[in-house]
Nanobody, 123 residues
């Protein structure tokens, strides 16, 4: 399973918005889970958001600002990020696992990873 990721909006100032997209190389099944993580320089990779592909479960580290969604017809996952802050600057990764996870969402639970895309928020 491979991913092709992109950023809509480019470099953004604090308070702005960006949308990330991540297209999978094959069909994602309804019980599979896809999510977003991010890693800032010198920090651990951290959870941002995840969803079961059929839409029945969603989780976000910041549900007010970050919204995860998908277009199953395109095998594409999205992350809409609003009210961005400079400390949102990081490399953002999409990732996948076979099923929903009931414990802590750390990067170690994910099975497949995209290459990452840079998000930079200027002050």
């Amino acid at each position: 399973l491979r991913f092709s990721c992109s950023v809509w909006g480019g470099l953004v100032q604090a308070g702005g918005s960006l949308r990330l997209s991540c297209t999978a190389s094959r069909r994602i099944y309804s019980s599979n889970v896809m999510g977003w993580f991010r890693q800032a320089p010198g920090k651990e990779r951290e959870f941002v958001a995840a969803m079961r592909w059929n839409g029945s479960r969603k989780l976000s580290a910041d549900p007010v600002r970050f919204t995860i969604s998908r277009d199953s017809t395109k095998n594409t996952l999205y992350l809409q990020m609003n009210s961005l802050k400079p400390n949102d600057t990081a490399v953002y990764y999409c990732a996948a696992r076979s099923s929903w996870y009931a414990g802590a969402w750390t990067h170690s639970i994910m099975d497949y990873w995209g290459k990452g895309t840079q998000v930079t928020v200027s002050s």
